[in-house]
């Protein structure tokens, strides 16, 4: 079984920062790439950010420069910093990771964390 934990979430004012945290745990002999999906209202979920294995790093157009998604493979995490956030960012996040499990591979799903950005 792997749990998946998802933290960090919350309201930040337009301009500002917050850092979400994934982590995977449980019978777990390795992970291969994790991302970050979002999903606003009324809207299709859609490919935030993403890191191999080996660090390399996709980002979705809205987000470059602005969002940076990074690694821990000690704690089976990965992070997701936001920085001048916009109201458009304001949308429910998910993480991802494609594993190999007690069960062979599988890719798993966060709970969500809502984001909101608002003054």
């Known amino acids: 079984q792997v749990q998946v934990v998802e933290s960090g979430g919350g309201l930040a004012q337009p301009g500002g920062s917050l850092r979400l945290s994934c982590r995977f745990s449980g019978s777990i002999a390795g992970i291969y790439h994790m991302s970050w999906h979002r999903q606003a209202p009324e809207k299709q979920r859609g490919l935030v950010a993403r890191?191999?294995?080996?660090?390399?790093?996709t980002y979705g157009d809205s987000v470059k420069g602005r969002f940076t998604i990074s690694r821990d493979n000690a704690k089976n995490t990965v992070y997701l910093q936001m920085n001048s956030l916009k109201s458009e960012d304001t949308a429910v996040y998910y993480c991802?990771?494609?594993?190999?499990?007690?069960?062979?591979?599988?890719?798993?799903w966060g709970q969500g964390t809502q984001v909101t950005v608002s003054s």
């Open positions: 991802n990771a494609a594993l190999v499990g007690s069960s062979g591979y599988n890719t798993y």
């Open positions: 890191i191999t294995s080996s660090g390399e790093t």
